[in-house]
């Protein structure tokens, strides 16, 4: 059974940073491209991030570009998502999302993805 669990959200102030985690139980991770998204009150889910199986590629959404950075470490099955610079409008529930790898193309949209953690908190206060 698949599960992908985040950890590091919380509260901070504008300009600061978080790093989250999202430790995967997924035997074959290194087959897996990872993906952050998030979601506030009322909106839908957006695509922030996502890495391919290698960790040789990356894209971003554009709110977080030059902000945000993913990377992974295979060998601990595990993905994360350093954030600086935060602001109050990337308040939001930040899930991490795993989809087998498939080809060259990057996926940036939720139906995607195979399998999603249960989601972290991030709330940034002005």
């Known amino acids: 059974q698949v599960q992908l669990v985040e950890s590091g959200g919380g509260l901070v102030q504008t300009g600061g940073s978080l790093r989250l985690s999202c430790a995967a139980s997924?035997?074959?991770?290194?087959?897996?491209?990872m993906g952050w998204f998030r979601q506030a009150p009322g909106k839908e889910r957006d695509f922030v991030a996502v890495?391919?199986?290698?960790?040789?590629?990356?894209t971003y959404g554009d709110p977080v570009k030059g902000r945000f950075t993913i990377s992974r470490d295979n060998a601990e099955n595990t993905v994360y998502l350093q954030m600086n610079s935060l602001k109050p409008e990337d308040t939001a529930v930040y899930y991490c999302?795993?989809?087998?790898?498939?080809?060259?193309?990057?996926?940036?949209?939720?139906?995607?993805?195979?399998?999603w953690g249960q989601g972290t908190q991030v709330t940034v206060s002005s």
């Open positions: 999302a795993a989809a087998y790898y498939t080809g060259r193309l990057l996926k940036t949209r939720p139906y995607e993805y195979d399998y």
């Open positions: 997924i035997r074959t991770f290194s087959r897996y491209d």
């Open positions: 890495i391919t199986a290698s960790g040789g590629r990356t």
